[in-house]
């Protein structure tokens, strides 16, 4: 008895779905304009409503909506602020989609990794080793010149605090940016 393979009319599961997701991103930046208001998407990312990505997926848009906030919790999917329509990043599309692999391993050549960040940071700052998970979704998000700069940049930050008492985590000085404070020598 031979059985025919019928197409799915819908993703089985979170994975089926961010295979969709990565299918459906741009893959070179691109001008969108959504209601007569134009603004640029970048490689990676993808302009287009809940509704849009239901039909996708061939889910509703509760379980949509679910399966983005998992997504962004989880450090997988970064949301954009655009007050026109549900913008969203992948984050390391490069990796995922194989093209910079020459990258990361120029990244690990140089010591911009975030095994390198972590103990440099820790070793200059003497704070406790905390909240790992955090401060490497944070690695993730940022640019490699931003990753460069949080790492050389370590000294300058702590070196400029008033009350080291007051320094931040590792997390929270790669979220809020700090290695990008200018300081007056």
């Known amino acids: 008895m031979k059985r025919k393979c019928k197409p799915k009319k819908s993703a089985s599961g979170d994975f089926d779905a961010f295979i969709i997701v990565l299918t459906h991103v741009n893959f070179s930046p691109l001008e969108c304009c959504v209601r007569s208001h134009k603004f640029l998407c970048q490689r990676g990312e993808s302009a287009m409503s809940v509704d849009r990505w239901a039909k996708l997926f061939g889910w509703g848009r509760s379980r949509t909506r679910y399966f983005f906030r998992k997504m962004i919790k989880n450090g997988f999917i970064e949301k954009i602020p655009n007050p026109y329509t549900t913008h969203i990043r992948i984050l390391d599309y490069d990796l995922l989609v ?18 390198a960040f972590w103990e440099k940071f820790h070793e200059t700052t003497q704070k ?58």
């Open 98 to 115: 194989g093209k910079s692999r020459c990258q990361a391993q120029r990244n690990e050549a140089e010591g911009t990794t975030f095994e």
């Open 128 to 185: 406790p080793k905390v909240n790992i998970g955090f401060a490497r979704r944070e690695w993730k998000k940022l640019s490699a010149n931003e990753r460069r700069l949080s790492l050389i940049r370590i000294d300058d930050y702590y070196d400029n605090l008033t009350n080291t008492n007051f320094c931040l985590q590792a997390s929270r000085y790669l979220s809020n940016k700090a290695f990008l404070d200018e300081y007056d020598y």
